[in-house]
């Protein structure tokens, strides 16, 4: 078994629990309410921006010329999905710039983004794409199985077509091939550190969904 199946393996409960999460089950039936998802987009477009950072961060780690246009693009990559969220569902919905400027990170949101931060800054290369991977392949796989039974006419299709897209899971396959080699190099003690980091994140996914499913912010006087 290949090193990024072995991570997708030790997983796989957690992507199980993701994909029945209620937040992605009402996604595909299109049945989620709009307030929710609202909220989700908020949150995802200030993460996108973290992400991209932390891409950046990651492409200046790597030890080949490779991976500093594998990163560099995807950090660009998710600063454009970013403004086509304020461009098409954002627009859509009435969500102003104002409004978006002005609306903070959720607990959930802001510990993703400082894990992401954290780790892209302080790790070793192997470790930073380790954490970076669950970001790209649930996505695509959560994406995939929603595009397989997404309700007629659901009014987030955009959404769901581009985790499903053949060039999104094109650049998924990408990370994982490198993910494999930087393993296959690794010491052991590298490679424990890369499947922390990977569960690290994979269940940072879960949470940012179950958040904005439960409308979740910072309680009392931290509001
Ligand atoms: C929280 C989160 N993780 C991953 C992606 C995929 O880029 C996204 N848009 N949002």
Redesign the pocket.
């Known amino acids: 078994m290949s090193f990024s199946q072995s991570l997708w393996q030790a997983n796989l409960p957690l992507f199980q629990s993701t994909l029945e999460l209620p937040f992605n089950q009402e996604l595909a039936a299109g049945s989620l309410n709009r307030e929710r998802f609202c909220h989700y987009m908020i949150q995802?477009a200030h993460?996108?921006v973290a992400?991209g950072r932390a891409l950046a961060v990651t492409a200046a780690k790597s030890d080949n010329a490779e991976g500093v246009v594998q990163f560099a693009n995807a950090a660009n990559e998710?600063v454009v999905?970013e403004r086509s969220l304020h461009d098409g569902f954002m627009r859509d919905y009435g969500i102003t710039p104002d409004r978006f400027a002005a609306t903070p990170l959720t607990p959930a949101c802001h510990h993703?983004c400082s894990y992401l931060l954290a780790t892209a800054w302080s790790a070793a290369y192997p470790v930073a794409v380790a954490a970076l991977l669950p970001?790209?392949w649930?996505?695509a796989e959560v994406g995939r199985a929603i595009h397989a039974r997404s309700a007629a006419g659901n009014p987030y299709q955009p959404w769901v077509d581009t985790?499903a897209s053949e060039e999104f899971h094109a650049v998924v396959r990408g990370v994982c091939a490198t993910v494999d080699r930087l393993a296959a190099e690794a010491t052991e003690s590298t490679r424990a550190a890369m499947h922390a980091a990977y569960r690290d994140a994979a269940r940072l996914?879960w949470m940012?969904w179950d958040s904005a499913y439960r409308l979740a912010d910072w309680q009392g006087p931290l509001r």
């Open positions: 995802d993460y996108l992400y998710a999905v993703y970001c790209f649930i996505y985790y996914e940012f």
